[in-house]
């Protein structure tokens, strides 16, 4: 494999939804202010991109596709894995993530495919070049099902090994503010650490194999 363009980096953006505002304010729909409680849907703003509170309503108005325009579009609550996911060292290394977890998702407006990972000062972005993505990661079962805007493909490396899941975009950004949270020093600290081993065992929980009538 022929060595990857060099990849723009840029601060995360679209996480503005996740600062709690001050006071014990209750989170409302942002469309019909409706009060919401804790494990509430989200809309994607695919114009403005970012988050926005929903209630189960609004959120079941927008799973449809076009409506509004198509500028909301209501997240996905499925969660799927992928068990013969295999991912060896020299393919992690083609993505140039220097850490053992990142998440992957496809900006449909902008036509780009985008890399997401902690690190030290939050969490980063990178454009991926796309022939890169598809020798990597595009043929894979869950990429082929991956909702753009909405859906994340989360990968994760221990010991060599990896793991793969596609998940809703709200939990991964939520996985990056509870990062930034505990983050500590270069590697993250331990603190960091089990939090993101509980995170990952709670995906594994909700996560199921797609049927065959899901299959592209």
Avoid: K
């Avoid at 994607?44 to 596709?65: H, I, K, N, S, Y």
């Avoid at 796309?130 to 221990?158: F, N």
């Amino acid at each position: 494999m022929s060595a990857p363009p060099p990849t723009r980096v840029r601060p995360a953006d679209g996480l503005r939804r996740f600062r709690r505002p001050a006071g014990p304010q209750p989170e409302r729909c942002e469309l019909c202010a409706q009060e919401v409680g804790p494990g509430h849907r989200h809309l994607v703003d695919t114009d403005a991109r970012v988050l926005a509170c929903a209630c189960r309503g609004c959120a079941m108005l927008f799973e449809q596709r076009g409506a509004a325009g198509g500028r909301y579009r209501a997240v996905p609550e499925r969660y799927l894995v992928d068990p013969e996911h295999s991912l060896d060292d020299g393919a992690w290394e083609a993505l140039q993530i220097p850490v053992g977890m990142a998440f992957f998702l496809r900006n449909a407006a902008a036509d780009r495919l985008i890399a997401f990972y902690p690190s030290p000062a939050g969490a980063t972005e990178s454009d991926l070049d796309p022939q890169l993505w598809q020798a990597v990661l595009g043929e894979s079962r869950l990429a082929r099902l991956l909702h753009a805007d909405v859906e994340a493909l989360l990968v994760r490396r221990t010991d060599g090994a990896s793991e793969c899941f596609l998940v809703p975009v709200d939990v991964c950004y939520a996985l990056v503010g509870r990062m930034r949270l505990h983050w500590q020093g270069f590697d993250g600290g331990a603190e960091a650490r089990a939090d993101l081993a509980a995170f990952f065992a709670d995906v594994r929980s909700r996560a199921r194999v797609p049927g065959r009538d899901e299959l592209p």
